[in-house]
Structures are given as structure tokens and as C-alpha cells.
């Protein structure tokens, strides 16, 4: 039979209090075993009961939770109450018992016995309003509440399950004595506490001191920082005093030089007066001695109808009257007669003029050569030459010529024969179309930029990175001349017309006239701001040219190293500039691919053309003047329409998968080859 579950009552009153108590911190599962061997109970707060009692939890005065049981008892019998002893109860001793309008159960009636008679008074119950706040009590742990907390925090959890099932085992048996079941010690908790503490203590110095020691490097490195730029401070300093003090000096000397410069400029200008009217009696004199040569040529004609006949009918002999043979005087020479016999035939005589004996001597004695004289005509400009057909070029050949790329092409000026040269340090020359390898040279130390064939063909001139111009005989098959003048690298070299003066551009701001009979530099072209990226003649003349990473265009004489024009209006380095054959147009070409036409008479700028944004890296007219080849660097070749026909047109060929570094027509612009940084050169064909 189960009872109703009591309040908790004295300890001294109970009879039924239990002989092993097992607690977990004050709110574990507490194992309660009867006198009257009722097995265990597994509770909270509320305990279910079996057939011999109802669990009964109170607090004693150690505020330790303990579990009574009502033991069930077998029923007195009904007597007459002749051997019972009842006690009185005085009923002063419910007075204070005060009534209520609600019903009271019977749990609640007993609690108020109980709670009046442990505490001397009754409790009043709180208001059902007042909203109780839940607090929470920590008790000591007892030792098996400590060992399983330990071994849970440690994750020994097969320790811990063998170490419950043994301390469960004992306690059914009761084999644990009171002391094992005591609670832990102050002291042990103490000690595990502070342990605790310590250790984590001991982590929190060693992150303090790992920042402390970040801390003192970022201070050293900030230290050192903050020393640095001190002294750089201190040194620009210093800097900027010198440079104030050399600007100061540099105004003083330019004060100085500033009459020197007016007196410069107008002996200039009394120069080029000088100059103009040196000229001026130059062509008057030239004019002359065609007309005296004329006259020679003249007298010699009519000389040649002049012959002395000797009596023996000996062969004709060509003389000059009142002249012996050179170095026996007239009167000496005993084949002299200064009458004619008996026999002769007399014949006019006519006297041949000689030259002066100082001129004679000084042509003898002379081997520079000298540019011919400028009244020279282009024997093209008047000429029907061959247009290329823009839209009918197709590739028809692929070469893989060099190693790197390859920085210029130029062809043979009387066989079907092309020249290469590359970053590789070598030239080459193909047979073309076949594209058969003929010849080849290495010498330089540097990549070679570009190349020119002599006039007649027979030598080869390489302009290189090392500073030097070589020219390579093909008889010889050696380098017979290096010219190396030139500071810096040399990025262009161009022959005249006549094959006796080679022109070279470099890096140094500066272009070269060179005799190639020996050697020698004859003229240096001053005048640019920065490198001279090329250098070429116009077509049948003693004027060159020079493009320059200044942004300008200058036109050069030859005779006189004088800047004669100068062309303004590209806004980015010029890469090349080109003449028509005809010498009538005149293009040029900037890093920013922006293509000018330029107006040599008025010096000015006829159209523009960009192909940007990438650069353009070389030009190419082809025969007739109205087809332009400009080399970009995408890897095409844009076609451009410049005159005739053509004017106005454009076409693109994509050419290399790389830049596109030259491009060249053939003298009967069917043919147009290009070659590309990626070492190969390749032929397109005008389809017809």
C-alpha cells in the first residue's frame, strides 16, 4: 500500500531514518535503502514509494538534505483502551492553528504542525502576487562526486564508468565506511583550485610575455624606422642646400653668359648671311666651269680630227701641238719638228687646256670621298612604278629565321635575296621566296637592331646594342670595318645613294656620317634631346633624316651637319620614319601609333592616322609612293591607303601571334614580309 508523501520531520522524532545516504552536490541522484529492505530508490526531490513507506525529505540543522521513510505497521487491534495511555492534548495548543476560507489538505495541515513545532511559529505562506526568485546553493562536494568530476574533466570516460559501476557496487554491499563518503576537504578543493588558477595564470603570463616581446620588436623596427628617416631627412636636407647654392652659382654663370650668347647669335646670324651669299657664288662658279667643261669637251672632239701622218705610212698618232710627251720639253724632243717635212700632211692643231698644277696635286693626294654635287634628279620621280593591291595579299611562306625576334628586314637592290638580322647577334640572307638559307655572320656582342645593303650589293652594313657599325664584305666573308664612335647602342645605319657614306643613329642623342674608304666619321649630327631611334636619306639627295625619342623630326645636310627643318606634333617617342621612292611623301610613326603625313616644302603635317593604343614600330612605302605598310604591335600589319587610288583605304593582316617588329615591300610590291619577336619572318603575295 503507498502513503501520501509527508514534510519532513526531526530527526529526533523520526524512528524510521535511513542508514546510508548517498548525496551528489546537493541536487544528484540520492540512493536510499530502507531497514525493512525496500531495495533503492532514484530521486531528486520526490522519491517513489513501494509497499513499506513513503520517502519523507527535510533538512536537518546542518542544512543536509536527508530522505525519511513512514514505515507501514500492522493495524492495532480495536481494545477496550484498557492498556492504552493516551496523552491530553491541551487545545490551547491549536489556537494559534487560525482558520481559513479555503480548504485545507491534509499535506498542508501537517506541514504547519511540523513547521510550529520546529520553529516555535508558523510560517506564514507567501502571497500568491509575490513572484519568488530562484537562488542557487552550492554544497561541498563529497568524494565520489569529486573523482567523477575529475575523470569527466580529464576525458577518462572509460575510467569513469569502471569506477561507478565498483563505487554502486560497494555501496549495495555497504562496504563503504562513514569517512568514504565524507565531503572532499577544504583544502584538497583549495589546492585543485588554486592549481586551476595557477595554470591559467601561467597561460595568461605567457601570452603577456609573447606581446611584451611582439611589443619590443614593433618598437626596435619603429625605432629604427623613426632613425632612417631622420637621416634621410637630414641628408635631403643637406641635398636641397646644395642644390639651392648650385642653382644661386648656375644664375651667376648664366649672367655672365648671357652677352656672350647675344654676340653668338648675331655672329650666327652674319654666318648664314655669309653663308647664303657663299652659295650664291658657289652656283654661279659651277655654272661656269660646266660651261668650260662643255667647251673642253667641245675642243677635245674636234682634237680627235687632228693627225700628223708620218712618210712611211706608219699608223695615225694622236698629238697636241706645241706638247711633248709628259716630263721632255718641246724644244728637246728629237721627234719634234717645228716645221712640218716634206712629206707630212699639215693639220690643225689644237691645243689641250692643262690643270692647275696645285689642283692635280691635291686631287692625287686626296682619299676622302665627297657627296655629289645637289643639282642631282631622281631618276624615279617621274616614273611609272608598281602599286601594291592591298586587298589581295595572302601568306604564302613562313621562315623561322632566328632565335629571337628578328628587328629588321631589308632586300638585296639587285637579287631576289633578303637580309635578317635579330637579338641573337647574326645576320642572315635568304633566298626569296624559297626562303634557303645563303649566308650568315656573327661578330657582335650585342643584339643587332637593324641593317643595310651597299648600292651595288657586294657588302652588308649592322648597326648593333655594343656601340659598333660593322660592314661585312660577302667576297671576303669577314667584317672588313667597325665603327664604333658611338657611346651608346646604335639603333639604325641607312647608305647613300652614291655606297661612299654610311649614316648611323644611337642611343648617345647623336647621328654619324661615316667614310666607308676609311673610316672615319666626317660629320656628328647634334641637335636631339633624346635617343635618335632612326636615321635614313631622302632619295637621291645629301639630305637625312633623324626620328627621336624627343618627339621631333629632323631634316639634316649632309655637306654641312646643319638642322635644316625640324617637324613637331607627335606627342609620344617616333619610332621610324620612311621616304617614298619618288621622294615625294614623307611619313613617320610614334609609340603611341599615331601614323603623320609631313610636308617637307611648307614644313608642316598633312593628315594623321592613329592605330593606337598600341605602338607602331616601323613604316614601309612600297614602290609608287601610295601604299604605306605600318609594323604594329598586336602582331598586324596595317595597310594604309597614302595616294592614287589607294588613298584613303585601310586593311588589316594579322601577321605573328607576337609584336610585329619590321615590314618591307619587293621592288615589284607583289611581295610584303614581315618579321615578328617571335623569331620568324613571313611572305604574303598580292593574289591576282
Given at each position: 500500500?503507498?502513503?501520501?508523501?509527508?514534510?519532513?520531520?526531526?530527526?529526533?522524532?523520526?524512528?524510521?531514518?535511513?542508514?546510508?545516504?548517498?548525496?551528489?552536490?546537493?541536487?544528484?541522484?540520492?540512493?536510499?535503502?530502507?531497514?525493512?529492505?525496500?531495495?533503492?530508490?532514484?530521486?531528486?526531490?520526490?522519491?517513489?514509494?513501494?509497499?513499506?513507506?513513503?520517502?519523507?525529505?527535510?533538512?536537518?540543522?546542518?542544512?543536509?538534505?536527508?530522505?525519511?521513510?513512514?514505515?507501514?505497521?500492522?493495524?492495532?487491534?480495536?481494545?477496550?483502551?484498557?492498556?492504552?495511555?493516551?496523552?491530553?492534548?491541551?487545545?490551547?495548543?491549536?489556537?494559534?492553528?487560525?482558520?481559513?476560507?479555503?480548504?485545507?489538505?491534509?499535506?498542508?495541515?501537517?506541514?504547519?504542525?511540523?513547521?510550529?513545532?520546529?520553529?516555535?511559529?508558523?510560517?506564514e505562506p507567501v502571497a500568491k502576487t509575490e513572484e519568488v526568485t530562484a537562488t542557487l546553493t552550492k554544497h561541498p562536494e563529497v568524494i565520489d562526486d569529486f573523482i567523477r568530476n575529475y575523470l569527466s574533466s580529464k576525458g577518462l570516460l572509460k575510467s569513469l564508468?569502471?569506477?561507478?559501476?565498483?563505487?554502486?557496487?560497494?555501496?549495495?554491499?555497504?562496504?563503504?565506511?562513514?569517512?568514504?563518503?565524507?565531503?572532499?576537504?577544504?583544502?584538497?578543493?583549495?589546492?585543485?583550485?588554486?592549481?586551476?588558477?595557477?595554470?591559467?595564470?601561467?597561460?595568461?603570463?605567457?601570452?603577456?610575455?609573447?606581446?611584451?616581446?611582439?611589443?619590443?620588436?614593433?618598437?626596435?623596427?619603429?625605432?629604427?624606422?623613426?632613425?632612417?628617416?631622420?637621416?634621410?631627412?637630414?641628408?635631403?636636407?643637406?641635398?636641397?642646400?646644395?642644390?639651392?647654392?648650385?642653382?644661386?652659382?648656375?644664375?651667376?654663370?648664366?649672367?655672365?653668359?648671357?652677352?656672350?650668347?647675344?654676340?653668338?647669335?648675331?655672329?650666327?646670324?652674319?654666318?648664314?648671311?655669309?653663308?647664303?651669299?657663299?652659295?650664291?657664288?658657289?652656283?654661279?662658279?659651277?655654272?661656269?666651269?660646266?660651261?668650260?667643261?662643255?667647251?673642253?669637251?667641245?675642243?677635245?672632239?674636234?682634237?680627235?680630227?687632228?693627225?700628223?701622218?708620218?712618210?712611211g705610212g706608219s699608223a695615225p698618232v694622236l698629238a697636241t701641238a706645241g706638247a711633248a710627251p709628259t716630263g721632255i720639253p718641246a724644244e728637246n724632243d728629237p721627234h719634234h719638228r717645228s716645221t712640218p717635212g716634206p712629206g707630212d700632211l699639215a693639220l690643225p692643231?689644237?691645243?689641250?687646256?692643262?690643270?692647275?698644277?696645285?689642283?692635280?696635286?691635291?686631287?692625287?693626294?686626296?682619299?676622302?670621298?665627297?657627296?655629289?654635287?645637289?643639282?642631282?634628279?631622281?631618276?624615279?620621280?617621274?616614273?611609272?612604278?608598281?602599286?601594291?593591291?592591298?586587298?589581295?595579299?595572302?601568306?604564302?611562306?613562313?621562315?623561322?629565321?632566328?632565335?629571337?625576334?628578328?628587328?629588321?628586314?631589308?632586300?638585296?637592290?639587285?637579287?631576289?635575296?633578303?637580309?635578317?638580322?635579330?637579338?641573337?647577334?647574326?645576320?642572315?640572307?635568304?633566298?626569296?621566296?624559297?626562303?634557303?638559307?645563303?649566308?650568315?655572320?656573327?661578330?657582335?656582342?650585342?643584339?643587332?637592331?637593324?641593317?643595310?645593303?651597299?648600292?651595288?650589293?657586294?657588302?652588308?652594313?649592322?648597326?648593333?646594342?655594343?656601340?659598333?657599325?660593322?660592314?661585312?664584305?660577302?667576297?671576303?666573308?669577314?667584317?672588313?670595318?667597325?665603327?664604333?664612335?658611338?657611346?651608346?647602342?646604335?639603333?639604325?645605319?641607312?647608305?647613300?645613294?652614291?655606297?661612299?657614306?654610311?649614316?648611323?643613329?644611337?642611343?648617345?642623342?647623336?647621328?654619324?656620317?661615316?667614310?666607308?674608304?676609311?673610316?672615319?666619321?666626317?660629320?656628328?649630327?647634334?641637335?636631339?634631346?633624346?635617343?635618335?631611334?632612326?636615321?635614313?636619306?631622302?632619295?637621291?639627295?645629301?639630305?637625312?633624316?633623324?626620328?627621336?625619342?624627343?618627339?621631333?623630326?629632323?631634316?639634316?645636310?649632309?655637306?654641312?651637319?646643319?638642322?635644316?627643318?625640324?617637324?613637331?606634333?607627335?606627342?609620344?617617342?617616333?619610332?621610324?620614319?620612311?621616304?617614298?621612292?619618288?621622294?615625294?611623301?614623307?611619313?613617320?610613326?610614334?609609340?603611341?601609333?599615331?601614323?603623320?603625313?609631313?610636308?617637307?616644302?611648307?614644313?608642316?603635317?598633312?593628315?594623321?592616322?592613329?592605330?593606337?593604343?598600341?605602338?607602331?614600330?616601323?613604316?614601309?612605302?612600297?614602290?609608287?609612293?601610295?601604299?604605306?605598310?605600318?609594323?604594329?604591335?598586336?602582331?598586324?600589319?596595317?595597310?594604309?591607303?597614302?595616294?592614287?587610288?589607294?588613298?584613303?583605304?585601310?586593311?588589316?593582316?594579322?601577321?605573328?601571334?607576337?609584336?610585329?617588329?619590321?615590314?618591307?615591300?619587293?621592288?615589284?610590291?607583289?611581295?610584303l614580309v614581315t618579321s615578328g619577336s617571335d623569331g620568324t619572318f613571313k611572305m604574303f603575295q598580292g593574289v591576282p
Amino acid at each position: 500500500m503507498n502513503t501520501a508523501a509527508l514534510p519532513s520531520l526531526p530527526s529526533k522524532a523520526n524512528t524510521g531514518k535511513m542508514l546510508d545516504t548517498s548525496l551528489t552536490g546537493g541536487f544528484g541522484p540520492t540512493s536510499v535503502t530502507s531497514r525493512a529492505g525496500a531495495g533503492s530508490i532514484n530521486g531528486g526531490g520526490n522519491a517513489n514509494a513501494n509497499a513499506n513507506g513513503v520517502p519523507l525529505p527535510i533538512l536537518e540543522e546542518d542544512n543536509e538534505p536527508r530522505t525519511y521513510y513512514l514505515e507501514a505497521s500492522d493495524p492495532v487491534e480495536d481494545s477496550d483502551g484498557e492498556d492504552l495511555e493516551f496523552d491530553e492534548i491541551p487545545v490551547e495548543q491549536f489556537d494559534d492553528v487560525s482558520d481559513s476560507d479555503v480548504d485545507e489538505s491534509l499535506e498542508q495541515a501537517i506541514r504547519n504542525i511540523n513547521e510550529k513545532n520546529f520553529f516555535g511559529t508558523t510560517i506564514e505562506p507567501v502571497a500568491k502576487t509575490e513572484e519568488v526568485t530562484a537562488t542557487l546553493t552550492k554544497h561541498p562536494e563529497v568524494i565520489d562526486d569529486f573523482i567523477r568530476n575529475y575523470l569527466s574533466s580529464k576525458g577518462l570516460l572509460k575510467s569513469l564508468e569502471a569506477f561507478q559501476n565498483e563505487w554502486y557496487e560497494y555501496q549495495q554491499k555497504e562496504k563503504l565506511a562513514p569517512e568514504d563518503v565524507t565531503i572532499v576537504p577544504d583544502v584538497y578543493q583549495q589546492n585543485q583550485e588554486l592549481a586551476d588558477a595557477l595554470q591559467k595564470l601561467r597561460v595568461d603570463v605567457d601570452n603577456y610575455k609573447e606581446i611584451a616581446s611582439n611589443a619590443r620588436a614593433t618598437y626596435d623596427k619603429l625605432r629604427k624606422e623613426r632613425d632612417f628617416h631622420r637621416m634621410h631627412h637630414k641628408r635631403v636636407v643637406q641635398e636641397k642646400n646644395k642644390l639651392i647654392a648650385d642653382i644661386k652659382r648656375l644664375k651667376k654663370h648664366y649672367e655672365n653668359y648671357e652677352p656672350t650668347l647675344k654676340q653668338l647669335q648675331h655672329k650666327y646670324e652674319i654666318a648664314m648671311k655669309e653663308k647664303m651669299l657663299t652659295k650664291l657664288e658657289r652656283d654661279r662658279l659651277a655654272t661656269k666651269v660646266s660651261a668650260l667643261e662643255a667647251s673642253i669637251k667641245g675642243m677635245e672632239k674636234l682634237g680627235k680630227s687632228t693627225y700628223k701622218l708620218s712618210k712611211g705610212g706608219s699608223a695615225p698618232v694622236l698629238a697636241t701641238a706645241g706638247a711633248a710627251p709628259t716630263g721632255i720639253p718641246a724644244e728637246n724632243d728629237p721627234h719634234h719638228r717645228s716645221t712640218p717635212g716634206p712629206g707630212d700632211l699639215a693639220l690643225p692643231v689644237v691645243q689641250q687646256p692643262s690643270l692647275p698644277a696645285a689642283t692635280k696635286k691635291s686631287h692625287a693626294a686626296s682619299k676622302d670621298a665627297t657627296l655629289p654635287s645637289e643639282d642631282r634628279v631622281n631618276p624615279f620621280a617621274n616614273a611609272d612604278l608598281p602599286t601594291a593591291k592591298m586587298d589581295r595579299f595572302k601568306q604564302m611562306n613562313q621562315v623561322k629565321g632566328h632565335s629571337l625576334a628578328i628587328s629588321s628586314l631589308k632586300f638585296h637592290p639587285k637579287k631576289l635575296i633578303l637580309a635578317t638580322v635579330s637579338d641573337d647577334r647574326s645576320w642572315k640572307m635568304w633566298a626569296f621566296p624559297s626562303g634557303e638559307l645563303i649566308m650568315s655572320g656573327e661578330g657582335h656582342k650585342d643584339w643587332i637592331a637593324d641593317c643595310d645593303f651597299h648600292p651595288r650589293g657586294t657588302q652588308l652594313a649592322t648597326a648593333s646594342g655594343d656601340g659598333t657599325v660593322k660592314l661585312w664584305d660577302f667576297s671576303k666573308g669577314i667584317a672588313t670595318l667597325t665603327m664604333s664612335d658611338h657611346t651608346q647602342a646604335v639603333w639604325s645605319c641607312a647608305f647613300h645613294d652614291q655606297g661612299d657614306f654610311l649614316a648611323s643613329s644611337s642611343m648617345d642623342h647623336t647621328a654619324k656620317l661615316w667614310d666607308i674608304h676609311t673610316g672615319r666619321c666626317r660629320q656628328t649630327f647634334r641637335g636631339h634631346a633624346d635617343s635618335v631611334n632612326q636615321v635614313g636619306w631622302q632619295p637621291y639627295s645629301n639630305m637625312l633624316y633623324t626620328c627621336s625619342g624627343d618627339k621631333t623630326v629632323s631634316i639634316w645636310d649632309a655637306r654641312t651637319g646643319l638642322c635644316v627643318q625640324t617637324f613637331f606634333g607627335h606627342m609620344n617617342a617616333i619610332n621610324n620614319a620612311a621616304f617614298s621612292l619618288k621622294g615625294n611623301s614623307f611619313a613617320s610613326c610614334d609609340a603611341d601609333g599615331v601614323v603623320k603625313f609631313w610636308d617637307l616644302r611648307q614644313v608642316s603635317e598633312l593628315s594623321s592616322v592613329s592605330f593606337g593604343p598600341h605602338p607602331a614600330n616601323k613604316l614601309a612605302f612600297d614602290p609608287s609612293g601610295n601604299v604605306l605598310a605600318v609594323a604594329s604591335n598586336d602582331g598586324s600589319v596595317k595597310l594604309l591607303g597614302a595616294g592614287g587610288h589607294e588613298r584613303g583605304k585601310t586593311r588589316e593582316i594579322r601577321a605573328h601571334e607576337d609584336s610585329v617588329q619590321a615590314v618591307v615591300f619587293d621592288r615589284t610590291a607583289e611581295f610584303l614580309v614581315t618579321s615578328g619577336s617571335d623569331g620568324t619572318f613571313k611572305m604574303f603575295q598580292g593574289v591576282p
